[in-house]
T-cell receptor, first 111, second 116 residues
Framework: GQQVMQIPQYQHVQEGEDFTTYCNSSTTLSNIQWYKQRPGGHPVFLIQLVKSGEVKKQKRLTFQFGEAKKNSSLHITATQTTDVGTYFCAGWRYTGNQFYFGTGTSLTVIP | DGGITQSPKYLFRKEGQNVTLSCEQNLNHDAMYWYRQDPGQGLRLIYYSQIVNDFQKGDIAEGYSVSREKKESFPLTVTSAQKNPTAFYLC???????????????FGDGTRLSIL
């Protein structure tokens, strides 16, 4: 079964509204990465979080890694049309040495 | 410019045929990966390689095979045993995996495979 789930699967927002996607793993992860895939494109690395409870910001994007290292979130403040795409989390599972991508959240921004 | 090149961009296969997807990188990365992407299912790991002449199965390796004879190249063969091969295939590379886990991955533009 899917090891890393993301919610919501789809999100439509008006330009200027905030957006959050949540990433949940069934097991503890050594780190969490976030990627963005524009329509018709390939995933592009955004950021990596390693420490429990870590928070990082990139302009309007805020990334968090949960205390238990099983969940993460990406929050975008005041969305713009350039934010359109699918956002994936990805993490390395300690046990089994396996790497998983999340199911992704597709963001549509309505001008 | 350094990067990852996947070819071809579109590929068509007749049922019962094997087909090989090419992936070449000039980033001097040790680790390379193959993913399959289906609509609404995200990326699923097929195989990955941390070093030349070594590779490990991912979640969905059945019906696929790989080789890693050169650091720069990691071709993926979709065999006739793969019952539902129509998908978007993405190749990626990163610096060597560490004990702490994965490293940021750089992706190619992908190959879209369709069955005739």
């Amino acid at each position: 079964g899917q090891q890393v789930m993301q919610i919501p699967q789809y999100q439509h927002v008006q330009e200027g509204e905030d957006f959050t996607t949540y990433c949940n793993s069934s097991t503890t992860l050594s780190n969490i990465q976030w990627y963005k895939q524009r329509p018709g494109g390939h995933p592009v690395f955004l950021i990596q979080l390693v420490k429990s409870g870590e928070v990082k910001k990139q302009k309007r994007l805020t990334f968090q890694f949960g205390e238990a290292k099983k969940n993460s979130s990406l929050h975008i403040t005041a969305t713009q049309t350039t934010d359109v795409g699918t956002y994936f989390c990805a993490g390395w599972r300690y046990t089994g040495n396996q790497f998983y991508f999340g199911t992704g959240t597709s963001l549509t921004v309505i001008p | 410019d350094g990067g990852i090149t996947q070819s071809p961009k579109y590929l068509f296969r007749k049922e019962g045929q094997n087909v090989t997807l090419s992936c070449e990188q000039n980033l001097n990365h040790d680790a390379m990966y193959w993913y399959r992407q289906d609509p609404g299912q995200g990326l699923r790991l097929i195989y990955y390689s941390q070093i030349v002449n070594d590779f490990q199965k991912g979640d969905i390796a059945e019906g696929y095979s790989v080789s890693r004879e050169k650091k720069e190249s990691f071709p993926l063969t979709v065999t006739s045993a793969q019952k539902n091969p129509t998908a978007f295939y993405l190749c990626a590379s990163s610096i060597r995996l560490t004990r702490g886990g994965n490293q940021p991955q750089h992706f190619g533009d992908g190959t879209r495979l369709s069955i005739l």
